[in-house]
Structures are given as C-alpha cells and as structure tokens.
C-alpha cells in the first residue's frame, strides 16, 4: 500500500516558478514510478510527467517540456516537479501517482496503482 500527498501548490504570477512535492508513505515505495498528472474545470486530467521507478528515464506532456522538471530524493521517498515560466494555462489541480516497477507507458493513467488528493495550481496573467 502506498499512500501519496502532494503539496506546494498555490497563487503565482506568470512567469514564476513553483515546486510541487509528493510525499509517499510504504516501504516499497522505491519500486514505484511517480508520475504528475494535471486537470483544469472542465477538461480531462492530463499527463505532465513521470519518472520511471528506477529513476532513469523521464518523460513529459509536450505543454510542459522545457519547463517542468521530474525528480526524486528516495532518501526522503518525495518526488518533486519543479514548475518554471509558468502560464496561466498551467492553472489545474496537480495529482501525483504511482506505478509499481512502471517503466514505460507512463504517460497514460491506468499505469497507475495509487493517486494523491491533489493540490491547486492558480497562475495569474
């Protein structure tokens, strides 16, 4: 069982930058893929990133490339998504969630097992 809380989120201009982080519980956390996944009113969730469960490999939504960087500290079992040059369309509800031994496909949903309650992204023009 692994339980996730993301947190970090909150009220910026564009043009700022913000760090979201995802904090598990679970002794086997280290086996599971994180991935970051959005979704605004309205709209379907969307894919913003993902980090392979040995942390090798990373992949990201085609609006976020550039912008948006993956990573995780297993010491501490938190994985982070740093967010710069915000948009106001990056404004959503941010969730992370984990894929046991996830490797590939990470971009879709039913990769994953577990899902965080979200935290609210709000970027001002």
């Known amino acids: 069982q692994v339980q996730l809380v993301e947190s970090g989120g909150g009220l910026v201009q564009a043009g700022d930058s913000l760090r979201l982080s995802c904090a598990a519980s679970?002794?086997?956390?280290?086996?599971?893929?994180v991935g970051w996944f959005r979704q605004a009113p309205g709209r379907e969730r969307e894919f913003v990133a993902a980090?392979?469960?040995?942390?090798?490999?990373?992949d990201y939504g085609d609006s976020v490339k550039g912008r948006f960087t993956i990573s995780r500290d297993i010491a501490k079992t938190t994985v982070y998504l740093q967010m710069n040059s915000l948009k106001p369309e990056d404004t959503a509800v941010y969730y992370c969630a984990a894929s046991r031994f996830g490797s590939t496909g990470l971009g879709t949903r039913e990769k994953y097992d577990y899902w965080g309650q979200g935290t609210q992204v709000t970027v001002s023009s």
């Open positions: 679970g002794r086997t956390f280290s086996t599971y893929a």
């Open positions: 980090l392979s469960w040995t942390a090798t490999s990373t």
